[in-house]
């Protein structure tokens, strides 16, 4: 069965800086339109940053434009979240989703695949 593994989540102060990362198992994504997703305690899953396939398109939350940076290195069949001036209110766990398409997908049912998350915890 297709399965995401994220990985790179942690404990870190406010300014500080993470890379999460995407890898797929069981088959290759390289040609999958992949999500970055989070949910905070208590709150809904939200929309944080999407990728098409080639990694030409990209699309980001405003709460997270110009800190956050998604990308994808198709011959490690992996994907990005570079996370700088992370904030208290990041303090999530976040995770990976994937599905088919040639576009950048922002809701979450949109997505067919997804991770089991990694917690992020940002401190003031």
């Known amino acids: 069965q297709e399965q995401l593994v994220e990985s790179g989540g942690g404990l870190v102060q406010a300014g500080g800086s993470l890379r999460l990362s995407c890898a797929p198992s069981g088959r290759t994504f390289d040609t999958y339109a992949m999500g970055w997703f989070r949910q905070a305690p208590g709150k809904e899953r939200e929309f944080v940053a999407a990728?098409?396939?080639?990694?030409?398109?990209?699309y980001y939350a405003d709460s997270v434009k110009g800190r956050f940076t998604i990308s994808r290195l198709n011959a490690k069949n992996t994907v990005y979240l570079q996370m700088n001036s992370l904030k208290p209110e990041d303090t999530a766990v976040y995770y990976c989703?994937?599905?088919?398409?040639?576009?950048?997908?922002?809701?979450?049912?949109?997505?067919?695949?997804w991770g089991q998350g990694t917690q992020v915890t940002v401190s003031s």
């Open positions: 990728i098409n396939w080639s990694g030409g398109s990209t």
């Open positions: 989703a994937a599905r088919t398409g040639s576009s950048t997908y922002l809701a979450s049912y949109d997505y067919n695949y």
